[in-house]
């Protein structure tokens, strides 16, 4: 090791409480009820540059499906924390996919410009994989053609993430159940 920099990251959480399985319809749904929220404390994402505070969460599980797939669209959304959980939104997204349908994703989120109130820039890219369900075998944050960034990032805030999945055609079939969700954080 080079000493340069602290090495390695630190749990911020880990939950193997099943979640309660999502049956997805056409409107966002998260994945993590049933689960302990999954928070970022305030003042966590606060460095930038050469050293940029950073985040990775990783989620998996199983799922379902009918004889005929339909496409996902799986994100991350972000609301921020106050006295408890906010109730789930998509309307803070952090990244969307493209359509798809895959089982377990690894998110890494950055903090990419630091500004005062909720102007800070976070990127999050991630990998979704799903074997013997998509032909692909994964998908990626951001969709094609899309910008990896979220610019509204209160850093004295806390937030709860919420990973969400959109069905393209809501079937009971079609089922997500999360077997487990980690946080690790980089600062």
Do not use: C
């Not at 049956?23 to 050469?50: D, L, R």
């Not at 985040?55 to 991350?76: D, E, Y």
């Not at 950055?110 to 102007?119: D, K, V």
């Not at 077997?179 to 600062?187: D, F, M, Q, T, V």
């Amino acid at each position: 090791m080079s000493g340069y920099q602290p090495v390695g990251s630190e749990v911020l959480y880990s939950s193997y409480a099943q979640a309660t399985t999502s049956v997805p319809a056409a409107a966002a749904a998260t994945i993590t009820a049933g689960m302990p929220p999954i928070v970022v404390p305030a003042g966590y994402m606060k460095n930038v540059g050469s050293w940029s505070s950073s985040l990775r969460l990783v989620v998996g599980g199983t799922m379902t499906v009918t004889a005929t797939i339909p496409t996902w669209l799986w994100g991350l959304a972000a609301a921020v924390a106050t006295t408890s959980a906010p109730a789930f939104s998509a309307s803070t997204p952090l990244g969307v996919s493209a359509a798809a349908a895959p089982p377990s994703a690894v998110y890494d989120i950055g903090l990419r410009a630091i500004a005062l109130g909720a102007a800070s820039t976070l990127v999050t890219v991630a990998q979704i994989q799903s074997v013997g369900v998509n032909a692909a075998g994964e998908v990626t944050i951001p969709a094609a053609n899309t910008a990896p960034t979220m610019a509204t990032w209160d850093t004295t805030q806390s937030y709860v993430l919420w990973p969400y999945i959109t069905l393209g055609a809501a079937t009971a079939g079609n089922t997500v159940t999360v077997h487990y969700a980690k946080l690790y954080g980089e600062n």
